[in-house]
């Protein structure tokens, strides 16, 4: 029998050991011991509805101790997304979730951390073409639209209203514009006086509210895509002395920010944005055990105002 030369043993090992590695999960094996590693990419924490969704995911990626969680903060930095998305490839993560900060910047990591065998989950803003596992997200446009039939009816289909935006280059800004522009399509009356793209971020939107005081005289309401934005437009026009009489309409209903200001009187309505942390878990764990799941899970929502709100606000149809 011939004797193998030692190249040959050499390939021989490399070849049985390599064979054994491509068997065991990135990231783990799923066991305590052995944890299944999921990285989150969170597009910023400087929004309370994001700080919301991370300690949704923690707290349910707690009660599974085959899992192990790994959270990274773009700081609102598209660049440094994209980096950390590929950092958290580059050690091995068993699957990602991400809250894209824009949708087009991020398709490629997203995409590419998909084509090398990593299920990605993503959360709340969407990215382009169909590289990723799953998305979970509210219908932001029927969130829009709901908020639009609302401030029409109110107003009594007469007013002059301010629309502070979201970041315009984000799926939920586009989306909750076009479902309030749609829904008032009809109400020749209302006039929108004042837009902005305020970036989801409270200082900007006061800042913005307080140009659009200075330019309109009269202003009937504010909707604003999301509570921050209009508690902010609530804190300049109260600040002008000209909150009175004034409606201020926001987005996201968090039971300690949204909810709250409509008790406490400040907001006059908010739409329930679900933040899709406990679900993202739970479609994390079935993806990772080897189940079939859908491509697109929406999330239910609700209006909570001054009436509703006492009983958890009014489902939307």
Known sequence: MRRRSALELGLWFLTIAGAGCGGEKRGGRGTRDSPWIIGMSQCNLGEPWREQMNRDIEAAAAKHDVLKMVFKDAQNDSLKQRAQVEELVAQGIALLLISPKETAPLTKPVAEAFDKGIPVIVLDREVEGDKFTAFIGGDNEKIGHAAGEWIAKALGGKGKVVELKGLMTSTPAQQRHKGFR??????SGIEIVFEADMQWLEPNARKEMESALAQQSKIDLVYAHNDPAAHGAYLAAKQAQRNEGMKFVGIDALPHEGV???KDGVLDATVLYPTGGAEAIELALRILK???????VTLGTRIFTKESVERGGDPIP
């Not at 749609?182 to 109400?187: E, L, S």
């Not at 080897?290 to 697109?296: M, N, R, S």
């Open 182 to 187: 749609d829904a008032i399509a009809g109400q």
């Open 290 to 296: 080897g189940e079939k799941v859908d491509k697109k």
């Open 260 to 262: 709250a200001y409509v």
